[in-house]
C-alpha cells in the first residue's frame, strides 16, 4: 500500500505513470465532455455555431461545403506541452506524449532557465506529496536528508537549484516544513514564465494551477509558531491532492479550481481539451478555437510530399491576395525540415498593403526576397505581371521545377497556363477565392489547400513585434522632429491596428488592443531628457519593451 493510499484513504492500487497514461489515452474520447471531441464535420459545425455567431470559422465553413478541402482540424498541443513540461511531468512521459508534436518547443523549454526552475521545484513537491511517508520519515525519523533519496528525489535537480542560487534544503525538517518553502519559491518565480505561454490565453488561469493557496513560508526555514498557523492550510491541500489523485494529469500537483476533480481523462490532452475544462471552472467560455486547431495531418503530408518530390521549389507571395499573418502562422506550424528546402521565398508586393510584409524576412528560416512592384497609374496594380514574369523567370533561368503560390486571385491562372510543364501547389484563403478558380485547379490536378486551416496561435509574437515597429517608427520620428500627430492613446492604438491589418473576432481584437495598449503605452512608452554634443536639453520617448 502506498503513501497515498493509507493518507487519501484511496480504495484502489496505484499504477504506475506509464500504465496510468495508456489508460488515459484509451479512455479519453469516451470520457471528453462534448463539445471538445474531435467530431465529424456536421457535428463539429453544429457545436461552432451555436457557440459563437460572430466567429469568422462560419463564413470558411459555408464556402468549404461546395469544395473539395478536407476540413479536418487536428488539435494542438502547444499549451499543455508547457504546462506539462513546468509541472513535473517525467522525462518518458514528455518524450512519448509531446515530443513528436512538439519537439522544437520541448527543446526551447529545456535550455530556458525559467522553465526548468519550475519544473524542478514542481518535480520535488509532487514527488514529497506522492512519497509523503517515506520521505518525511527519512527527514524526521533517519535523519536522511534530500539528497540522499534518489528513489523519491533526483539528487542532480537540488544540486542544479543550489548552483542556480535557490537553495531548498533544510536541516532536521520534515515535509510538512518543506512544502511551504517549495510553495513560496515557485510563487515568486512563476511569473518568469508568461511569456511561454501566448497572449490569449488567461494567464491567471494558469498561474493558479502551480500555487498552493494560503501554505507560504515567509522564510526560507519557518519558524515553529508559523508551522503551527501553516498546518491547517498545509492539510486541506494535502488532503484534496491524495483523494483526487487519480484525476490528476499524471498524478503531477495542481490546485485545480473546483474542490473535486471530475473524471476526464488526461486533461492535459490537447490545448483545447484542457483549456475548454479550466476556463469552464470559472464558468468562462473558451472560444478561442481557431488557436488550438491545426490543419490536418493530410494536409502536411500532402504539403511535404509536393516538397519533398521537387527537385527545386520556391514560394510565390501574392502580397495583394494572401494574409501575411496566416501564412507565418502556416509556415511555422509545418516541420522546419521541409521549410528548409525551399529554396526561397519571393515577395510580390504592393504600397498598398500592410507594412507587416517587411518584417517577414526576420522571422522565418528562408531567404526572403522581397520585390516592391511600383504602380505606373494609381488604380492599376502591376503585382500580376510582374508575379508571373518572375514565376518565368525563375522556371528558364534558375532551374525551379516546382512552385507554391499563396494567393486567392483567379489571376494566378496566368502563372499555371504560362508554366504547364512546373508542378504547382496553391495556398488560397477561403473567403479570397471564388469556386471557378477552385474547379479550374481540381479539373488541373493541382492540389490546394487553406492558410486559413493553420493554428494562428503562434503568431503573437510576429503581431507584437510589427505593432511595436510601428510604433518605434513614431518614436523615431518624434525623436527627430519633434511631431507626434495624435495625443489619444487609444486612437494611436487603433491607428496601428489599421495599418497593421491585424483580424479576428471582436473579442480577439478588443484583447490584443488592451495588450498592447498596456504594454507599449502605458507601461513601455518613457520620455525622458537627453543632452546632445551641443550640451543642449530635449525630450526624448523611448521604448521599454523588447
Same mark, same amino acid.
Given at each position: 500500500?502506498?503513501?497515498?493510499?493509507?493518507?487519501?484513504?484511496? @480504495?484502489?492500487?496505484?499504477?504506475?505513470?506509464?500504465?496510468?497514461?495508456?489508460?488515459?489515452?484509451?479512455?479519453?474520447?469516451?470520457?471528453?465532455?462534448?463539445?471538445?471531441? %474531435?467530431?465529424?464535420?456536421?457535428?463539429?459545425?453544429?457545436?461552432?455555431?451555436?457557440?459563437?455567431?460572430?466567429?469568422?470559422?462560419?463564413?470558411?465553413?459555408?464556402?468549404?461545403?461546395?469544395?473539395?478541402?478536407?476540413?479536418?482540424?487536428?488539435?494542438?498541443?502547444?499549451?499543455?506541452?508547457?504546462?506539462?513540461?513546468?509541472? /513535473?511531468?517525467?522525462?518518458?512521459?514528455?518524450?512519448?506524449?509531446?515530443?513528436?508534436?512538439?519537439?522544437?518547443?520541448?527543446?526551447?523549454?529545456?535550455?530556458?532557465?525559467?522553465? !526548468?526552475? +519550475?519544473?524542478?521545484?514542481?518535480?520535488?513537491?509532487?514527488?514529497?506529496?506522492?512519497?509523503?511517508?517515506?520521505?518525511?520519515?527519512?527527514?524526521?525519523?533517519? $535523519?536522511?536528508?534530500?539528497?540522499?533519496?534518489?528513489?523519491?528525489?533526483?539528487?542532480?535537480?537540488?544540486?542544479?537549484?543550489?548552483?542556480?542560487?535557490?537553495?531548498?534544503?533544510?536541516?532536521?525538517?520534515?515535509?510538512?516544513?518543506?512544502?511551504?518553502?517549495?510553495?513560496?519559491?515557485?510563487?515568486?518565480?512563476?511569473?518568469?514564465?508568461?511569456?511561454?505561454?501566448?497572449?490569449?490565453?488567461?494567464?491567471? =488561469?494558469?498561474?493558479?494551477?502551480?500555487?498552493?493557496?494560503?501554505?507560504?513560508?515567509?522564510?526560507?526555514?519557518?519558524?515553529?509558531?508559523?508551522?503551527?498557523?501553516?498546518?491547517?492550510?498545509?492539510?486541506?491541500?494535502?488532503?484534496?491532492?491524495?483523494?483526487?489523485?487519480?484525476?490528476?494529469?499524471?498524478?503531477?500537483?495542481?490546485?485545480?479550481?473546483?474542490? %473535486?476533480?471530475?473524471?476526464?481523462?488526461?486533461?492535459?490532452? @490537447?490545448?483545447? *481539451? =484542457?483549456?475548454?475544462?479550466?476556463?469552464?471552472?470559472?464558468?468562462?467560455?473558451?472560444?478561442?478555437?481557431?488557436?488550438?486547431?491545426?490543419?490536418?495531418? %493530410?494536409?502536411?503530408?500532402?504539403?511535404?510530399? =509536393?516538397?519533398?518530390?521537387?527537385?527545386?521549389?520556391?514560394?510565390?507571395?501574392?502580397?495583394?491576395?494572401?494574409?501575411?499573418?496566416?501564412?507565418?502562422?502556416?509556415?511555422?506550424?509545418?516541420?522546419?525540415?521541409?521549410?528548409?528546402?525551399?529554396?526561397?521565398?519571393?515577395?510580390?508586393?504592393?504600397?498598398?498593403?500592410?507594412?507587416?510584409?517587411? &518584417?517577414?524576412?526576420?522571422?522565418?528560416?528562408?531567404?526572403?526576397?522581397?520585390?516592391?512592384?511600383?504602380?505606373?497609374?494609381?488604380?492599376?496594380?502591376?503585382?500580376?505581371?510582374? &508575379?508571373?514574369?518572375?514565376?518565368?523567370?525563375?522556371?528558364?533561368?534558375?532551374?525551379?521545377?516546382?512552385?507554391?503560390?499563396?494567393?486567392?486571385?483567379?489571376?494566378?491562372?496566368?502563372?499555371?497556363?504560362?508554366?504547364?510543364?512546373?508542378?504547382?501547389?496553391?495556398?488560397?484563403?477561403?473567403?479570397?477565392?471564388?469556386?471557378? +478558380?477552385?474547379?479550374?485547379?481540381?479539373?488541373?490536378?493541382?492540389?490546394?489547400?487553406?492558410?486559413?486551416?493553420?493554428?494562428? /496561435?503562434?503568431?503573437?509574437?510576429?503581431?507584437?513585434?510589427?505593432?511595436?515597429?510601428?510604433?518605434?517608427?513614431?518614436?523615431?520620428?518624434?525623436?527627430?522632429?519633434?511631431?507626434?500627430?495624435?495625443?489619444?492613446?487609444?486612437?494611436?492604438?487603433?491607428?496601428?491596428?489599421?495599418?497593421?491589418?491585424?483580424?479576428?473576432?471582436? !473579442?480577439?481584437?478588443?484583447?490584443?488592443?488592451?495588450?498592447?495598449?498596456?504594454?507599449? $503605452?502605458?507601461? /513601455? $512608452?518613457?520620455?525622458?531628457?537627453?543632452?546632445? *554634443?551641443?550640451?543642449?536639453?530635449? =525630450?526624448?520617448?523611448?521604448?521599454?519593451?523588447?
Amino acid at each position: 500500500m502506498t503513501d497515498i493510499q493509507e493518507l487519501g484513504n484511496i @480504495n484502489y492500487d496505484v499504477q504506475e505513470e506509464s500504465e496510468i497514461h495508456e489508460t488515459q489515452q484509451q479512455d479519453t474520447e469516451h470520457s471528453k465532455p462534448h463539445g471538445y471531441e %474531435e467530431k465529424e464535420e456536421s457535428d463539429a459545425n453544429h457545436w461552432d455555431a451555436a457557440k459563437d455567431p460572430a466567429d469568422p470559422n462560419e463564413e470558411i465553413k459555408e464556402i468549404e461545403k461546395n469544395t473539395n478541402i478536407s476540413h479536418y482540424r487536428a488539435p494542438t498541443r502547444n499549451v499543455v506541452t508547457v504546462m506539462a513540461y513546468l509541472l /513535473g511531468v517525467k522525462d518518458d512521459m514528455m518524450d512519448t506524449v509531446y515530443q513528436p508534436d512538439c519537439p522544437d518547443l520541448l527543446e526551447s523549454l529545456q535550455t530556458n532557465e525559467e522553465s !526548468k526552475t +519550475i519544473r524542478l521545484l514542481s518535480m520535488i513537491r509532487t514527488s514529497m506529496l506522492r512519497n509523503y511517508k517515506q520521505i518525511d520519515m527519512n527527514l524526521r525519523m533517519n $535523519l536522511i536528508n534530500i539528497e540522499s533519496m534518489p528513489e523519491y528525489i533526483n539528487p542532480k535537480d537540488v544540486q542544479w537549484l543550489r548552483a542556480n542560487s535557490i537553495e531548498i534544503y533544510q536541516a532536521n525538517s520534515s515535509v510538512n516544513q518543506y512544502l511551504p518553502v517549495l510553495n513560496k519559491l515557485i510563487y515568486d518565480r512563476i511569473d518568469n514564465c508568461r511569456g511561454l505561454f501566448p497572449d490569449w490565453v488567461e494567464w491567471k =488561469f494558469l498561474r493558479s494551477l502551480f500555487l498552493m493557496p494560503g501554505c507560504y513560508s515567509s522564510t526560507s526555514r519557518p519558524k515553529a509558531s508559523e508551522r503551527i498557523a501553516l498546518k491547517t492550510p498545509l492539510d486541506r491541500a494535502k488532503a484534496k491532492y491524495w483523494s483526487n489523485y487519480m484525476y490528476y494529469p499524471f498524478q503531477v500537483y495542481i490546485d485545480w479550481p473546483t474542490d %473535486e476533480m471530475a473524471d476526464n481523462g488526461n486533461i492535459l490532452y @490537447n490545448d483545447q *481539451k =484542457f483549456l475548454t475544462l479550466l476556463y469552464g471552472t470559472r464558468n468562462i467560455e473558451f472560444s478561442e478555437r481557431g488557436y488550438v486547431q491545426d490543419a490536418a495531418p %493530410e494536409t502536411k503530408n500532402n504539403i511535404y510530399g =509536393f516538397i519533398g518530390n521537387s527537385r527545386k521549389v520556391v514560394l510565390i507571395v501574392d502580397c495583394e491576395n494572401s494574409d501575411v499573418y496566416k501564412l507565418y502562422a502556416t509556415l511555422h506550424n509545418l516541420n522546419e525540415e521541409y521549410i528548409r528546402k525551399i529554396t526561397k521565398i519571393i515577395l510580390y508586393d504592393d504600397s498598398h498593403t500592410t507594412p507587416a510584409w517587411n &518584417m517577414l524576412s526576420k522571422y522565418v528560416s528562408v531567404p526572403v526576397e522581397h520585390v516592391n512592384v511600383a504602380r505606373v497609374a494609381e488604380r492599376k496594380s502591376l503585382v500580376d505581371i510582374r &508575379m508571373t514574369a518572375g514565376s518565368c523567370q525563375e522556371y528558364y533561368e534558375n532551374g525551379v521545377d516546382s512552385f507554391i503560390l499563396a494567393t486567392s486571385d483567379s489571376d494566378c491562372w496566368g502563372i499555371v497556363s504560362s508554366l504547364p510543364d512546373a508542378d504547382f501547389l496553391v495556398l488560397i484563403e477561403y473567403s479570397k477565392c471564388g469556386q471557378a +478558380i477552385r474547379d479550374a485547379m481540381s479539373e488541373r490536378q493541382i492540389y490546394y489547400c487553406a492558410l486559413d486551416d493553420f493554428s494562428k /496561435g503562434n503568431i503573437d509574437r510576429f503581431k507584437s513585434a510589427v505593432f511595436q515597429s510601428r510604433l518605434q517608427e513614431r518614436i523615431d520620428r518624434f525623436n527627430a522632429h519633434g511631431i507626434w500627430r495624435d495625443f489619444d492613446p487609444e486612437a494611436l492604438v487603433e491607428e496601428i491596428f489599421a495599418e497593421c491589418r491585424f483580424s479576428g473576432t471582436e !473579442k480577439q481584437i478588443a484583447r490584443d488592443k488592451k495588450i498592447y495598449y498596456n504594454r507599449y $503605452l502605458k507601461n /513601455g $512608452l518613457r520620455l525622458i531628457i537627453t543632452t546632445d *554634443k551641443k550640451k543642449a536639453r530635449r =525630450f526624448t520617448l523611448t521604448l521599454n519593451e523588447s
